[in-house]
């Protein structure tokens, strides 16, 4: 087990595979030596980019917990409203304003401050998986191979070539495969994130069986030394039982070229969706056994509580936000930082 | 899976049976369900809120009227009401005006804006109006492609836009090339944005100057949390939106990003995009959606799952089939894979009014996929002789195809009878006229029934 780049998204520090792959001690890379740096200003930059969302959240829950010494009913009341408009959804809103509800009888909570820090270790306890770590595994063998899937629109190509970015960053080689070969010109849309990256994509003319592509790229990825194989799959509603299908071939020609493979499976929500997101994560997790999740379009005054339900639930941890359109737009998702960010006094 | 609001307030109301009247106090547990409903649909927080109060408003005081228990009723006027706030004025296109006209697609980004101009086109192309396609979309990579090749697809001209173009001189030079080439319809495809770009938001604005659309259609998705209030209400500020493309309503989101959207802006929803094909663009039915939204079955998107997967062909024959010979154990196999490939049965079963409370009920079947999988090894199992006339099955045959199929003689009889009952039934329904060959498929019905909902 390795961090892949934590911490290293600012540094200069490429590690080279080889010695990622062989490394026994699972030492974190985060022990480098510009890190508290760099973990300063990822902080900065994830605050940065969700300070937007932090506005909104922050300031209104500020101003509630500021003005109130006393916890009443009306105080409850705003809160409700403001998870509720955060996507956290009616029914998991309920449940943590139980949970406040009843330590507000038993007088653990003495004022708002109180509440709120309570309320946070509420969220954090959500979004934190004992068993099942953010940090990506590294597989024994090269090469690691990620599938990216999700519904239509989420921003699975440009969530890859942020990705693509990213990997190659940290001194890793990179093949990007198109496997979208429904929809008009998502291979091309690949192929230009590619050139802007630098990284090689395997591509074949539209229409083509997404399996077969999988399969060439494969072929193509295996004598060549390629340390990550990153696959686009056309976006889906996960009601489509067909395509759900079409997925699930994927998943299994891909292990039997590359027994393993897919070691990770990245399921892609838009921070924008509802409660609907729930539904997604259920019926993509059924089909193909989701491994991990990154959140989009976190720049804009979505808040995409409804994370918080997915991780809970599924188990699933959130790997990465997407909170811009350049490549350097993707972070890795660090529940605490994220928390913190959210609930962080209006400084800045 | 959502309970529906109907099942709900049937356990609110049970403790309500002898009062004859909707009281503030009575209802008060009632309009808390209404709400967590609307809310668990993705109803914005504060429409929601207003909207209970309204039914609130509406139901109080009403008699509970004898044919309907008091849930019944309330969901009545939930129904009723959010029909209304759904529909108003019918919407359609308003292509009057100085020709060629201008239609400008605006929306976040991957809300479908760009194949849902694509849809725009064929749908105006088969109403006899010529098509011009604009891709102003500069910012994502391949977008301009992704449009083209829509378009080369439909048959309808594309503008030859580049990326290193100013959109809005493209869509400048676009209004020239559409009057020199005869087009009565551009359709412009705007790069996606947040509407907290002010940069790109004044972009559409200049872009607005510059064309004078003629409707300014917002493209949203569907399952849009609650943020879709603060989307639609900036984009309606800075643009005066004319009306709402609603995408991705093929999926199961509840859409109540539909009614937040509509009370924001006051803008008319005028489409929802049902499919990822090109002709997948369907005019807004405002009960439909209240029906969905509320979780109640959902008949309609029933009977167009079956239209969608069922052989129009292969059912035709069949009915034609039956007529002369009767409906066989092949048959009978055929319809159980059409069946499956439905979806799962516990999702179809979802979709039928009032099977979520009998599914609660102790003693009935749970649907079982497994079933289906016996039952068509059973079928496999048998000769073909024998799958055609099943009066040949005696007790050796039975054993048989039991070993055959790797089930018992048990599961073989039960194969047998429930195909014989079906067999009854049809002969029962090929009575009348129109009987299974309407049942089955048919011509697909373009007009259906108003409200029905239950």
């Known amino acids: 087990m390795l961090s892949w780049f934590k911490k290293k998204i600012g540094g200069a520090q490429p590690l080279p595979p080889e010695q990622a792959a062989g490394s026994e001690a699972p030492t974190p890379v985060a022990e480098a030596s510009g890190q508290q740096e760099d973990g300063a200003s990822f902080f900065l930059r994830l605050k940065d980019g969700l300070s937007r969302t932090r506005k909104t959240f922050v300031r209104q829950i500020d101003a509630l917990f500021l003005g109130k010494k006393q916890i009443d009913a009306e105080l409850l009341e705003d809160l409700e409203e403001i998870l509720i408009m955060a996507d956290i959804g009616a029914n998991t809103t309920q449940e943590l304003l139980e949970k406040t509800r009843e330590q507000v009888q038993r007088n653990e909570l003495a004022d708002g401050q109180a509440l709120k820090t309570a309320l946070k270790e509420m969220i954090l306890d959500y979004l934190i998986n004992a068993d099942r770590p953010a940090d990506l595994a590294l597989p024994a063998q090269t090469p690691f191979v990620v599938m990216v899937l999700g519904v239509n629109g989420v921003g699975k190509t440009t969530t890859i070539g942020k990705l693509a970015h990213k990997f190659t960053q940290a001194g890793q080689k990179v093949l990007l495969v198109a496997a979208d070969t429904f929809r008009a010109a998502a291979s091309e849309q690949l192929q230009i994130w590619g050139k802007r990256v630098g990284v090689e994509v395997v591509a074949q003319q539209a229409g083509a069986d997404p399996s077969s592509v999988v399969f060439d790229a494969l072929d193509y990825a295996k004598p060549r030394n390629f340390d990550v194989v990153l696959v686009d799959t056309a976006g889906r509603l996960h009601t489509k039982v067909n395509l759900m299908e079409e997925l699930k071939k994927i998943k299994r020609v891909m292990d039997k070229k590359i027994p393993g493979a897919p070691h990770e499976i990245l399921l892609v929500l838009d921070a924008t969706t509802g409660q609907n997101a729930i539904s997604q994560a259920r019926l993509f997790n059924e089909a193909v056994d989701v491994t991990g999740l990154a959140l989009t379009k976190l720049d804009g005054t979505a808040k995409g509580g409804i994370v918080i339900n997915i991780c809970h639930e599924f188990n699933i941890p959130i790997r990465f936000i997407g909170i811009g359109e350049q490549m350097e737009d993707l972070r890795d998702f660090e529940p605490n930082e994220f928390v913190e960010a959210l609930f962080a006094e209006g400084e800045a | ?454």
Do not use: W
Request: glycine letters at 10%; aromatic letters at 4%.
């Open chain 2, 1 to 454: 899976m959502f309970e529906s609001l109907s099942d709900r307030l049937h356990d609110v109301f049970k403790q309500l049976r002898g009062h004859g009247r909707l009281t503030e106090e009575n209802i008060q547990e009632a309009l808390r369900e209404v709400r967590m409903a609307l809310l668990e649909a993705d109803v914005n927080f504060k429409v929601a809120k207003e909207f209970v109060a309204t039914v609130a408003e509406k139901a109080i005081g009403q008699e509970v009227v004898g044919s309907l228990a008091p849930g019944q009723q309330v969901v009545k006027v939930v129904h009723d009401q959010l029909v209304e706030l759904l529909g108003g004025q019918t919407a359609t296109l308003n292509l009057s005006g100085r020709q060629p006209v201008v239609i400008m697609m605006v929306g976040l980004q991957g809300s479908g804006k760009t194949t849902t101009s694509g849809k725009l086109a064929k749908l105006l192309q088969g109403k006899g109006r010529k098509p011009y396609l604009v891709p102003a979309d500069v910012y994502r990579p391949a977008a301009i492609d992704q449009l083209t090749i829509l378009g080369q697809s439909l048959g309808v001209p594309v503008h030859p836009s580049a990326t290193d173009q100013d959109p809005v001189a493209i869509c400048r030079q676009a209004v020239h090339a559409a009057q020199s080439g005869g087009y009565d319809t551009l359709i412009i495809d705007t790069a996606g944005r947040l509407h907290v770009d002010q940069e790109l938001m004044g972009e559409l604005a200049r872009i607005k100057d510059a064309v004078q659309p003629a409707e300014i259609l917002f493209v949203a998705d569907a399952m849009t949390g609650q943020d879709a209030v603060t989307v639609a209400e900036k984009f309606n500020l800075d643009l005066a939106i004319s009306g709402v493309i609603l995408t991705k309503m093929d999926g199961d989101a509840r859409g109540g990003a539909a009614l937040s959207i509509k009370k924001v802006t006051q803008r008319p929803i005028k489409f929802v995009g049902m499919g990822e094909g090109l002709d997948a663009l369907e005019p807004f039915h405002p009960d439909r959606v209240a029906s969905r939204i509320l979780g109640m079955g959902d008949v309609l998107t029933l009977i167009e799952k079956a239209e969608a997967v069922v052989d129009k062909d292969k059912a035709e024959k069949l009915a034609k089939k039956l007529k002369k010979e009767g409906f066989s154990l092949e048959d009978f196999l055929e319809q159980i894979q059409q069946i499956k490939k439905m979806g799962s049965l516990e999702q179809i079963m979802g979709m039928i009014p009032g099977m979520s409370r009998i599914k609660q009920l102790k003693d009935m079947p749970k649907p079982d996929e497994k079933e289906l999988v016996k039952v068509e090894a059973v079928i496999n199992s048998m000769t073909i002789k024998e799958r055609r006339n099943h009066a040949i099955l005696n007790a050796n045959r039975r054993t048989r195809i039991a070993k055959g199929s790797g089930t018992t003689v048990q599961d073989v009889n039960k194969v047998i009878k429930s195909y014989t009952e079906m067999l009854k039934m049809m002969k029962q329904m090929s009575g009348k006229p129109g009987g299974l060959g309407a049942f089955v498929g048919g011509p697909k019905k373009k007009k259906r029934p108003k409200g029905l909902f239950r």
